[in-house]
């Protein structure tokens, strides 16, 4: 099949166009136009980013995993986390469920210990209405849900009460997100013995 020298010229236009187009940068690389993204990163050893997250961290008495924060922006002065199910919607909305929300997480502490958040920190009302975090609980079944933990820097502290929603949350950080960074758990929880 010949192309005809209109579609042929045509096509070497729009990929000479994409090749000539500025790149999105993901933390740094120089020049060009585009945007540049911080590479704020979290980890933690109680499971891998995208891994089964194990009994240890799963339930109302779940215990809160650890995470190490790195690469915030210079003018990162505290952290939030979300923690949330993607895969459930409530009362025919597109809301899920929450299981854990947390501001004003020094950036001095560069991450949280597991159990435990550092001094000055705030823990809102999860879909319990408990401070407390709370962890995987999806039933048994064929497939795992993933349950992300949202880490954003943030440029100031925020001034909310432990009575705030997420969308409260949400609102306060506004204006004051500096980047982003995401950790997926997936978790199903064990049929019970026959």
Not at 97 to 105: F, K, T
Request: glycine share 14%; charged share 15%.
């Amino acid at each position: 099949m010949h192309m005809k020298k209109g579609c042929a010229a045509a096509a070497l236009v729009i990929l000479a166009t994409l090749v000539g187009a500025p790149a999105f940068a993901q933390g740094g690389g120089g020049g060009g136009g585009g945007f540049r993204l911080p590479p704020l990163l979290m980890q933690s050893t109680a499971f891998e980013d995208g891994g089964i997250v194990p009994q240890k961290y799963a339930g109302r008495e779940g215990v809160q995993p650890g995470f190490t924060f790195s690469n915030a922006p210079d003018n990162t002065v505290s952290y939030a986390i979300i923690f949330h199910d993607l895969d459930v919607a409530l009362m025919g909305g597109t809301g899920d469920v929450l299981h854990w929300i947390a501001w004003n997480i020094p950036a001095s502490a560069k991450g949280i210990p597991e159990g435990s958040l550092p001094a000055g920190s705030v823990t809102g009302k999860n879909i319990a209405g408990q401070n407390s975090y709370f962890g995987p609980g999806a039933p048994p079944g064929p497939r795992y849900h993933h349950y992300v933990f949202e880490l954003y820097a943030l440029s100031a502290n925020l001034d909310l009460p432990n009575t705030a929603s997420r969308a409260e949350l949400l609102a306060a950080m506004e204006g004051k997100t500096v980047a982003k960074a995401a950790y997926v758990g997936r978790f199903r929880g064990t049929p019970p013995p026959q």
